[in-house]
């Protein structure tokens, strides 16, 4: 079982650390040493939840050093405290997040409780129905891009008095989505799939149905014990309120969630699917397969979401064989206001008019600076300055910055050729582009191409973007399609006037912003550019915690429609799972 508001990860983070050393020995309570001879090696490749240096133990780098170590810990005379110090109190520190309750009787205390009915420690949890709604997510693949940052965002903003959330997502060792992981909010619930045995089973049963006609629903779904088994596998007999597919783009782990035990069952829709399905990429369509077999599990879920009004009524329209219009709804993403503010360098000391500059030495100074702000808030604010400094520098023109993947759907080569006729006339205008993708070799070589390689910056990804977006001018944005444009909601927060391409949601991203949308060609663009220099585009207010409220409210009401969770059902909740 899993206690209530506990993490699943913890007992895996304990035996992963195990296999990511050649030799581990560990005993609760006991002592603890570990060799690593390619320990580089398998993090690099596999990744772990703990580094060398935060292993419960002293660690070696050979045999010969592990044997001098392991000689000293079996003494019997050897103090662990002393011999080594900062060892032992990782050990403490490890063995009270992992193992807290593992002294040796933990056995003999099922025992009881199981077959001769002792309770007597009142650790003993029947019935976990607490009255609040219970929620599962597949989170999506956890790589950086729009739809992590979406469903991150979403995570913190749910309020855990109110939902008891459990997140759905597999194991990987890139080091991208252990980071992302990492983000998850404490209060969340995390399952992690391992592949089981059904696993060839399952892609058979995948590949088939993908390839199966839409009108034969009923051959296609033959398999269902199997997929229902797989969901048995990962959750047992638990059962939720609502089960939510928040990645919508994976025919595998779309038929998953089609299968979960849930009152109520939503896959997302972050862009115009159909046109997505379709964009060729060197000639292929990377989305097709995978998307046309989430097309035809709709008929298995109440509710289709899209992330903005606009991009459901496109949706609807072009999915309509494989769902009624009625499930086709909207529910938009949130923003992470705070991030975007940290990272833009605009939070504040708990007490900054007391902070003091009658300081004599630089230790003076870094001393009454920390009573103030944090060491990670330092940091921060060092790194942000550098990095604006060193890009934007002491800039005479104006400087346009864009953000997202370097892919077709994003067309930064619209925005490059834009800004060469705009550059053409302000000389000392410039262009950021930040983002990384398979397209960056080529947007380089076309800005060599177009003459304004000079006034062009490449970033590549930042894992804090919106320092470098607040010390530019105008955000613009030339995609040809997008779900919703968090990066517009992002840039409005930073008070950044706006030009953006005409695409489907972008009418309500830009909703009372006093920016400015275009046609989708490089000229339209250009000249929307040419206002903006011309003083022609002035930002409105913005509140991001308004916008926020209204948003929860939407998934919500997307989510839980069949209304709230009832003591009274006598269903088990998330946290009777085994298994």
């Known amino acids: 079982m899993f206690p209530p508001t506990t993490s699943s990860r913890s007992p895996t983070s304990s035996s992963r650390t195990t296999r990511a050393s050649s030799s581990t020995s560990s005993v609760p309570g006991g002592r603890s040493s570990s060799t690593s001879p390619t320990a580089g090696k398998y993090a690099a490749e596999r990744g772990t939840y703990l ?119 597999y194991r990987s060792g890139q080091q991208d989505r252990l980071d992302n992981a990492a983000l998850i909010p404490p209060h969340v619930r995390q399952v992690i799939r391992d592949q089981g045995s059904l696993q060839l089973p399952l892609l058979g049963s995948m590949q088939e149905f993908d390839a199966t006609p839409v009108g034969d629903l009923a051959a296609a779904d033959r398999d269902t014990a199997l997929w229902s088994w797989e969901w048995r596998r990962l959750f047992g007999h638990a059962r939720f309120d609502a089960a939510v597919d928040f990645s919508g783009y ?125 060491f990670d808030e330092l940091i921060s604010e060092a790194s942000r300055q550098a990095l604006v400094g060193g890009l934007l520098g002491a800039q005479k023109g104006k400087t346009f910055v864009t953000v997202g993947r370097l892919s077709p759907e994003k067309n930064q080569a619209r925005l490059l050729r834009a800004f060469a006729e705009v550059s053409a006339e302000e000389p000392d205008a410039r262009l950021v582009i930040i983002g990384d993708g398979p397209l960056s070799d080529e947007l380089r070589e076309l800005a060599v191409s177009l003459g304004v390689a000079g006034s062009v910056e490449f970033t590549g990804r930042l894992r804090n973007p919106y320092a470098l977006m607040s010390g530019c001018d105008c955000f613009v944005l030339s995609s040809d399609y997008e779900g919703q444009p968090i990066v517009i909601l992002e840039a409005r927060v930073l008070g950044l006037p706006i030009v953006t391409t005409r695409f489907g949601s972008a009418a309500s991203a830009m909703d009372g912003s006093g920016g400015l949308i275009v046609d989708c060609d490089e000229t339209a663009l250009a000249e929307g550019m040419k206002k903006f220099l011309a003083g022609e585009i002035t930002p409105t207010a913005f509140d991001p915690d308004v916008y926020n409220a209204e948003v929860i409210g939407e998934f919500e009401a997307a989510v839980f429609a069949m209304g709230p969770s009832e003591g009274e059902k006598g269903k088990e909740s998330a946290d009777s799972m085994a298994g």
């Open 51 to 169: 580094r060398p240096d935060e292993l419960p133990g002293p660690v070696s780098e050979s045999i010969d050093e592990l044997l001098d170590q392991a000689t000293r810990l079996a003494e019997d005379d050897v103090d662990l405290s002393s011999a080594f110090p900062e060892e032992a109190a990782r050990f403490d520190e490890l063995a009270a997040q992992l193992t807290p309750r593992d002294d040796g009787s933990a056995s003999a205390r099922v025992l009881d409780v199981v077959f001769r009915g002792r309770e007597s420690e009142g650790r003993v949890i029947r019935g976990f129905a607490d009255g609040r709604r219970t929620l599962v997510l597949y989170l999506g693949g956890l790589i950086t891009n729009g739809i992590t940052s979406s469903v991150l965002n979403l995570l913190n903003r749910i309020d855990p008095e109110k939902v008891d959330v459990t997140a759905l997502y």
């Open 250 to 374: 994976s025919s595998y782990w779309a038929r998953i969630m089609a299968h979960a035990e849930a009152d109520r069952k939503a896959v997302w829709l972050h862009n115009d699917l159909e046109a997505d399905a379709m964009r060729e990429v060197d000639g292929a369509r990377p989305h097709f397969n995978n998307l046309t077999g989430v097309f035809k599990l709709y008929h298995d879920y109440d509710a289709l979401v899209s992330v903005s009004p606009d991009l459901r009524e496109i949706n609807a329209e072009s999915l309509s064989r494989y769902a009624e219009p009625e499930r086709f709804i909207s529910a938009r993403n949130v923003i992470d206001v705070d991030r975007v503010r940290n990272g833009a360098g605009r939070s504040t000391a708990t007490n900054p008019h007391a902070l003091s500059i009658d300081v004599r030495t630089l230790s003076d100074a870094v001393a009454e600076i920390g009573k103030h702000y944090s």
